[in-house]
């Protein structure tokens, strides 16, 4: 981090930035301009993204390019495929990728680009397909560390799960995040991925979800982080519990 840390949190949807705006109020951090706040030498934004890869795209790329960051944390509630994830916990991705973008068959199969060879699987910023998180041990956040996907439409029907699952084995899948790696690789920007679990995948049925359990849980974890960036860096801490 520089002397005066700037930091994006990236939320894809005004609920989930409630996660965090909650936890401020609680700590009574007043927010300026309705997207910005201070902890001593951070100054943080918020930006509301929109849902999904488009949108996620655009609307990262034209902050970044109008201002300059040290860390973008991209962060929002996601499913999992992974059953030792427990509904409500928070996990730190290391790597991620796009898990619909590529050709389908006839035979219902289907391959990614790099698997037509449409684009090579090393080429920038991409690693064997994939889109990794360099950043050092991820802050030491001590979340599990997960691998993702990002889709186009969510898995809602036991085939598309199965074959998602034994395709890509990946533990959550979200709508947004290997669009903000993507743009963080390539304007080599530091960033973090946070998400809460708010469901098992499954056939689709929110009745088994959680969602206010997860947010609450992720409000308390990105504020626990940034908390720990500024003591790293102040060896203070922000506020007393």
């Keep these: 981090m520089t002397e005066k840390s700037e930091i994006l949190i990236v939320f894809s949807t005004e609920l989930e930035a409630e996660s965090l705006l909650n936890k401020l ?13 201070k902890l001593i030498n951070s100054n943080v934004d918020i930006l509301i993204s929109g849902i999904g890869i488009p949108a996620t795209t655009y609307s990262l790329t034209k902050k970044v390019i109008s201002k300059k960051y040290d860390l973008i944390i991209n962060a929002g509630i996601c499913g999992t495929f992974n059953e030792d994830l427990s509904v409500g916990e928070c996990v730190s991705v290391i790597s991620d990728e796009f898990a ?17 060879y449409l684009l ?5 910023p991409f690693s064997n397909g994939e889109l990794y998180n360099p950043l050092k041990s991820n802050i030491d956040t001590e979340l599990p560390k997960v691998t993702a996907i990002t889709v186009n439409t969510v898995s809602g029907n036991t085939e598309q799960i199965n074959f998602r699952k034994e395709k890509f084995n990946s533990d959550i899948e979200t709508m947004e995040g290997a669009a903000c790696a993507f743009v963080c690789l390539k304007e080599k920007i ?3 991925q946070i998400r809460a679990v708010s469901n098992i995948i499954e056939e689709r049925n929110k009745a088994h979800w959680n969602i ?7 409000g308390d974890e990105l504020f626990d982080i940034l908390n720990k960036i500024t003591i790293k860096e ?8």
């Design 100 to 116: 619909d973008i590529g050709i389908s068959y006839p035979d219902a199969s289907f391959n990614t680009l790099f698997e037509e």
């Design 25 to 37: 109020n609680e700590k009574r951090i007043i927010l300026s301009d309705g997207n910005k706040f």
């Design 120 to 124: 090579k699987p090393n080429t920038y």
């Design 212 to 218: 206010p359990l997860a947010l609450k849980n992720l």
């Design 190 to 192: 530091n960033f973090l």
């Design 234 to 241: 102040q060896e203070t801490p922000v506020v007393k519990d």
